[in-house]
């Protein structure tokens, strides 16, 4: 839990009851997450209910670790929480070619992006 | 659990490394769209697998600060950069990084040339391609890059630039040179 100030007064390992990979262990760092059932959510835990409320538009694990000021690792096990849970959605990572690396047409559409800047 | 298959924005990324003082937080300052965030991967949870909080002590957690930024490409991609020591024993952390990165920037400092070997070696044995930026430090301007090309025994077809990591346009012309090499690199069976 995060108090406004922004100290952590329960530690975390207590919300996550200290799992640190039980579930969602492959999601990449930069996964995005999108809530879906933001009334249920009420009923949440603060450290759910800040990700609901960071996952009101697309957020990665690692945006969600740091305004949460706990490691990527937890971050993803608190949301892998909610998704089993049907509270929010991971987003399907993008399309790679064989050896794993983003596929050819998606680094010519991120090319052109950033010649475009 | 199985991510969803609904068209939502698409993540890419690219790690930036290099040793310390090199310019990566720079770097990530110059081109992100929020102010750089640190965040932290703990070396417990990332390098072996914990199932009980038992086993995990809090004190003998150690953590890794990381810079991450963020770009808005298009209408559906964001681009993650992540500013990460280049070093041995953050290798566990690379692991996670450069999995399905598009690449990596890897900044050098020519008065502290070493310290780029490991990230070097890292992204030929892992086959992630890199580009090697020498960052423009003072006392570094008589060397040319082909120098460096051959002082850091690098193959051919692997871009060297020189960039000042306070200047936005060369920071963007690195990644810009970095995703021009990824796609040659991915027309190339491996
Ligand atoms: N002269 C010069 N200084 C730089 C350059 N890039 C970064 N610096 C400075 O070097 C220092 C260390 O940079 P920083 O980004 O914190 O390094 P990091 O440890 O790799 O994150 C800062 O004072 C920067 O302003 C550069 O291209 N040229
Ligand atoms: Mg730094």
Redesign the pocket.
Known sequence: MTRPDGGRVVPVYAVTKGRTRSGGRDLPVESLVTATDLRGALELQSEYRAIMALAVRPVSLVEIGAALRVPVGVARVLVSDLADSGYLTVHAPPPTSANGAPAPALLNRLLEGLRAR | MRADTDAGPIPLKIVVA?G????????VRALSEIPPLLTEESMTSASVGVDDVAAVPDKATTTVAM?FGRITVDESIVLYLF?TPGQDRFWFMWDELARGAVGAVV?VDLRRVDECFAAIDYCESRRLPFVVAV????ETDGFGLETVRDALALASDVPVVR????RDESCLATLITLVEHALARSAVPH
Do not use: E, H, I, Y
């Open positions: 290099g310390f003082g090199v310019g990566k937080t720079t770097l810079d500013g900044l960052n423009q430090f003072p960039m000042d990591a306070r």
